[in-house]
């Protein structure tokens, strides 16, 4: 037992209105570090174009055609030829 004292090292106390207080974490830097600009704080004139990208619906009108004639005949395509083919010609001309 006595050799692991020997070896052991204790942290260093130091006291604090009488009672023992171990030193923990790191000492306070010398100065505060100063923040530097590295651009000018100023607004840009203009906005990134994010959201001016739409998204538009194509062949809108050819589809409501197209799902009445569907419901109209129980989701048969037989009856609702002519409307599939619109819809159809519509979107590999909106491509």
Not at 1 to 10: D, G, L, N, Q, R
Not at 43 to 55: C, F, I, T
Not at 81 to 88: C, H, M, N, R, V
Request: aromatic share 10%; glycine share 6%; proline share 8%.
């Amino acid at each position: 037992m006595a050799s692991f004292y020997k070896w052991h090292k204790t942290p260093p106390i130091l006291y604090k209105n009488g009672n023992p207080v171990k030193r923990v974490g790191r000492k306070p830097g010398k100065e505060p570090v100063q923040y530097r600009l590295r651009f000018p704080p100023y607004l840009k004139d203009s906005v990134s174009g994010k959201q001016e990208k739409k998204m538009d619906a194509v062949c809108i009108q050819e589809m409501t055609v197209m799902m009445a004639c569907l419901k109209k005949n129980e989701f048969k395509e037989s009856g609702c030829a002519p409307e599939i083919s619109a819809f159809k010609k519509c979107l590999v001309d909106a491509q």
